[in-house]
């Protein structure tokens, strides 16, 4: 459900899967 913001933000700051996973599970997760 979040893998275009997933590979949104690895296109944007150039994270890894997992780095990018954690990140938009923390943004969009906690809301």
Not at 2 to 7: A, E, F, K, T, Y
Not at 25 to 31: L, R, V
């Amino acid at each position: 459900m979040n893998r275009l913001r997933v590979l949104y933000l690895r296109r944007l700051h150039g994270l890894s899967e997992s780095s990018a996973q954690a990140m938009a599970s923390f943004i969009w997760g906690s809301h």
